[in-house]
């Protein structure tokens, strides 16, 4: 090789074949090094609003059906995907209609945003209301059928996770979750139960973790994800953390509201999906009068299990 054309460092070597493979399985073969293997540039995970998809899903005129907070080409996902792990989607069954659902997932989180209904899955049905929140077992088609007013829905998935390991669901029955419903009234209780206790300063805010009698000892609802209601009294600041895991919320009420995300504020909309990118420090603050509320998923749960969830208390750049 001419020394015009030599590398200066290995950094600078493209992959390297087998020299003289014998077999197809010899040739599919690549070589990498420590200067050229661990410098990918992937698009970082942006701290995104969705406001415009809840807006279509509570349009009287939108037919039944999903809509996804889709973000893949931006991440170079080749998946639909609203983090590299997760999938936040809506969905609006019209009066009286029914929408199917059957995803390539190890289970469904599903937050009641308007109207009620029922859902049929894995030989159990369930009639949900509004404020209700339940999860679904991955593998297991499931029927949602609305009553007699428009229903929306808050759907999450584990989808990007599994399409990025080419994987399949869980096989009926087989799935680490089953079906289980958590009321609206039982959340506010559980809620206020945590209120009348209180938390020391270091405790990162008043948030209400759901599991379920199979995840107990995990203290997930799913393997790799974790789900929870975090609350904000009038006038609090929630203290500025970060961690590894990405936080996929839905805005349930919150007059005033905004976070800051790496010193940039990002002001809250009842109802959008709102995205806060892995290690990124971040605080939420309420300027109104009234609690708020909002939903999260968090890919924590494999973070944990990897004994790398990273958190701690931090203060924003500048």
């Known amino acids: 090789m001419p020394d015009e054309m030599r590398p200066r460092s290995i950094a600078e070597m493209p992959a390297q074949l087998p ?59 080749a998946f639909p995907a609203t983090t590299p792990l997760v999938l936040a989607q809506y969905a609006r069954v019209r009066a009286g209609e029914r929408l199917a659902t059957d995803f390539v997932a190890s289970g469904v989180i599903v937050y009641v945003i308007k109207g009620s209904g029922t859902t049929h899955c894995g030989g159990e049905d369930i009639a949900w209301g509004a404020g ?61 139960q945590i209120y009348e206790v209180g938390r020391t300063e270091q405790i990162a805010g008043s948030a209400l973790i759901f599991s379920a009698e199979r995840q107990e000892t ?35 009420k919150g007059d005033r509201c905004f976070s800051v995300i790496d010193g940039k504020r990002k002001d809250w909309a009842q109802w959008a999906t709102t995205i806060t990118p892995p290690v990124s420090v971040h605080s939420h603050h309420n300027g109104g009068n009234e609690q708020v509320l909002f939903l999260i998923v968090q890919d924590g749960g494999i973070y944990y299990h990897a004994r790398a969830m990273g958190f701690e208390f931090a203060e924003h750049p500048g």
Not at 36 to 51: G, H, T, Y
Not at 144 to 169: I, K, S
Not at 229 to 245: A, C, D, E
């Open 19 to 77: 020299s003289a493979p014998t077999s197809r399985a010899e040739a599919r073969a690549r070589f990498f090094n420590t200067g050229n293997a661990f410098n990918m540039q992937l698009p970082p995970v942006s701290d995104r609003i969705f406001a415009a998809e809840p807006a279509k899903a509570l349009d009287p005129a939108t037919p039944t059906g999903l809509i996804p907070c889709d973000i893949s080409a931006e991440l170079a996902c």
């Open 132 to 192: 209700d929140l339940f999860i679904l077992p991955g593998g297991e088609p499931a029927t949602h059928v609305a009553g007699d007013a428009d229903a929306v829905l808050w759907v999450v998935t584990n989808e990007p996770q599994l399409a990025f390991e080419n994987l399949r669901a869980p096989a009926p029955r087989q799935a680490p979750t089953e079906l289980v419903h958590y009321r609206a009234a039982e959340i506010a209780r559980q809620i206020e």
């Open 218 to 252: 995990t203290r997930d609802i799913l393997p790799t994800l974790t789900v929870a209601m975090n609350s904000l009294p009038g006038g609090v600041v929630q203290r500025p953390h970060r961690h590894n895991s990405v936080a996929v919320s839905l805005i349930i």
